[in-house]
């Protein structure tokens, strides 16, 4: 798939999940998952493309700020979670009984986005830059980097303003100097704006399980056939996807 496609689609993934109507009588499962990006096209496919509807399933999806997701899933809110792997497994370690049902997203399709007078990520120092959370994986890894270049976290100043749309739109105010993490389409919109890239996360994190599907050991228990269902459908789209005979059907 073509980053252009991926773009488009992406552009479109609201008014997609919008315009999504239930099957009728089908059974219906509740997910709990970070603000909508182009990574949600596992689950357009899966809709579009009839795959849930083989199963018989009618997916009813939640958006909220990543910290919240698996949140949710623990406070018996929903079925479901899709989240940054590593929120599910801090819960865990935390004593949280939840467990991973399936992958979704390998790698990390993220950018540092900067104003268009930033060169490097050296020209962050003494700025505002846009976050996530202090939990997020992408938080720990961008601290990394920035501490292996010379510039230690007391140089900076992170605002934890939550998903993508609202580190976008905190950039493209002028709130900040930078987005921490801009996933598609929100990158791209930035950089036609003329933003500039200073990370791709791609570059030093690969092979590495990002987004996750969770579920709580309860409802794992009362519900194991209904989720193996889920997880065929998203295998399906997923098979679908990574199908290069596919790629003018998007």
Request: contains cysteine.
């Amino acid at each position: 798939m073509t980053m252009g496609k991926v773009m488009r689609l992406g552009l479109s993934i609201i008014a997609g999940l919008a315009l999504c109507s239930p099957a009728r009588g089908a059974d219906r499962l509740t997910l709990s998952s970070t603000n909508p990006t182009a990574l949600e096209i596992d689950q357009i496919v899966a809709r579009e493309k009839g795959f849930f509807a083989r199963e018989n399933i009618d997916l009813d999806v939640t958006y909220m700020t990543p910290d919240l997701v698996i949140k949710a899933l623990l406070a018996g809110t929903v079925d479901l979670s899709r989240s940054g792997a590593h929120f599910g497994l801090i819960a865990a370690a935390r004593g949280g009984e939840v467990k991973i049902i399936g992958g979704s997203t390998y790698g990390y399709p993220y950018q540092v986005i900067g104003q268009p007078q930033l060169k490097s990520l050296a020209d962050l120092k003494g700025q505002k830059i846009a976050a996530a959370s202090l939990a997020s994986i992408t938080t720990t890894i961008f601290k990394d980097v920035m501490q292996r270049q010379g510039i230690p976290p007391a140089a900076y100043t992170l605002l934890f303003v939550g998903g993508s749309p609202e580190r976008f739109q905190a950039v493209s105010s002028g709130q900040v100097a930078a987005s921490l993490a801009e996933a598609p389409p929100f990158n791209f919109r930035s950089i036609d704006a003329g933003r500039k890239v200073l990370l791709n996360y791609s570059d030093d994190i690969k092979n590495l399980l990002y987004t996750a599907y969770f579920a709580s050991n309860k409802s794992l228990a009362q519900n194991r056939a209904l989720f193996t269902r889920f997880m065929r459908a998203m295998g399906q789209a997923m098979h679908w996807l990574n199908d290069p005979a596919n790629e003018k059907g998007l």
